[in-house]
């Protein structure tokens, strides 16, 4: 459960992006890389619409970081549906000091949207 831990940061409340395939990337750094305890929850999410729900998060051990103090890139790879915003949160798990900098959303790959479909398979 990630409604025990402390929000790091969430949101970036966006419905900009299209139907697709998507890569996000977290870029965070820990204060010590030693402790195979987990320090991060990454995910995710769709607010809103249909198919509103947090993707099951990406936990991060400190010994994920390959050295302390330095910020390094973690992704994760999700499909993007119609409906709703896109929310990527971080949870801090407290194993040690996290600092966020930021989030990057990549687009893999483009699909048609339900009404492109749906003109597509009437012939429009």
């Not at 929000?7 to 409340?13: D, H, I, K, M, R």
């Not at 195979?36 to 619409?49: E, F, K």
């Not at 330095?70 to 949160?89: A, C, K, M, N, S």
């Not at 339900?114 to 003109?119: G, M, V």
């Amino acid at each position: 459960k990630v409604a025990n831990y402390i929000g790091l940061t969430w949101g970036q409340y966006t419905a900009e992006q299209p139907v697709g395939d998507y890569l996000v990337t977290f870029r965070l750094k820990v204060k010590d890389n030693t402790k195979a305890a987990r320090v991060a929850a990454l995910s995710p999410g769709i607010v809103g619409g249909i198919s509103g729900q947090l993707m099951d998060p990406r936990y991060l051990l400190a010994t994920d970081f390959a050295k302390s103090g330095v910020y390094q890139d973690f992704t994760i790879r999700f499909i993007r549906p119609e409906g709703g915003v896109l929310e990527f949160t971080v949870s801090f798990l407290g194993a040690t000091d996290l600092w966020f900098d930021k989030t990057t959303v990549t687009q893999l790959a483009a699909f048609p949207t339900d009404k492109d479909q749906a003109a597509i398979w009437l012939g429009e």
